[in-house]
């Protein structure tokens, strides 16, 4: 086997990995190494996010200076303790109807099987899929907050806690904010896992257009570009059963190892900024998981 290319042993599962050592965010010369390492450090917080859920990757084979790709299905030359499971792909999707062969990233084994391929980021939907392979409801409702420029991440931070304080009126007491590593931020809320995913969008986009006739000069409920001018879209539209969105803790594919990072809600404010792989890691680290 060529020195580039070796076995490694990561949880007691073999791991093929490669080229260790190649630049995949040239800007700050984060090599494929230290992205293993961020996911080492995280894998406690991240693993129970990709829990039960098929991962839909986006690859940059060479970097995020190359070309990249979405990838639904299982690849070739996956290893063959990689858990993976046989769904049609849901309504509404590009794929409609197909068969997918669909993998779950288990453990350290699958977080370093992934890395090595490239795969930066890690996108997941709010529903689930059961250990004998039953697909179950959502057990989380999301909310993208994507703001329209010139407003920012600061505009986010006060739209957050206008959506938090309304989700809280129903009930819904667990609420996380995370700052997405790409514009905005992601609101995720804990559900009981006893709605059927079609009825989770229309309550998300209820609250969404209820918010936004209230907050007409702050936010929109809408995609329409020529409405978004220094607002936020709350897009409810991530609940959608063939939607997915970046999972917590994963990385993303920008000029920097930038990440979709949990806050705490003493965080989330005027001045909050994006956060890199390595603040990730040590916030982790150092405070724990918003989420646990």
């Not at 996911?39 to 859920?53: E, K, T």
């Not at 795969?119 to 059961?130: D, F, I």
């Not at 959502?138 to 505009?155: C, M």
């Not at 931020?185 to 079609?198: F, H, I, R, S």
């Amino acid at each position: 086997m060529s020195p580039e290319r070796q076995m490694v042993d990561v949880g007691g599962r073999s791991v093929r990995v490669s080229h260790l050592d190649k630049v995949m965010y040239p800007q700050t010369g984060t090599t494929k190494a230290e992205i293993m390492d961020y996911l080492v450090r995280v894998a406690d917080a991240l693993l129970p996010q990709l829990a039960g859920r098929p991962v839909t990757r986006i690859r940059w084979p060479d970097g995020v200076a190359g070309e990249k790709f979405f990838e639904k299905n299982t690849p070739r030359g996956a290893p063959d303790w990689l858990r993976r499971q046989k769904l049609r792909a849901a309504p509404g999707s590009d794929d409609e109807g197909a068969e997918l062969d669909l993998p779950f990233i288990d453990d350290l084994a699958g977080l370093v099987w992934a890395a090595n391929q490239g795969a930066l980021e890690l996108h997941t939907p709010q529903w689930r899929v059961g250990p004998r392979g039953g697909v179950r409801p959502p057990d989380r409702l999301v909310v993208d907050l994507d703001p329209g420029p010139p407003a920012g991440l600061d505009e986010c931070a006060e739209v957050a806690h206008l959506v938090a304080d309304r989700l809280r009126a129903d009930g819904l007491t667990t609420i996380v904010p995370v700052t997405s590593g790409s514009k905005g931020m992601q609101l995720y809320a804990d559900l009981p896992g006893t709605e059927a995913v079609m009825g989770v969008r229309q309550y998300a986009r209820d609250i969404a257009h209820e918010l936004a006739a209230a907050h007409p000069k702050l936010l929109v409920a809408v995609m329409r570009k020529d409405v978004r001018g220094g607002k936020v879209l709350l897009d409810w539209s991530q609940n959608h059963p063939a939607k997915t969105t970046i999972t917590p803790y994963s990385l993303r594919g920008r000029d920097r190892p930038w990440v979709a990072a949990p806050r705490w809600w003493d965080e989330v404010g005027p001045g909050m900024k994006h956060l890199t792989a390595s603040e990730v890691a040590q916030r982790f680290a150092d405070r724990g998981d918003p989420f646990a």
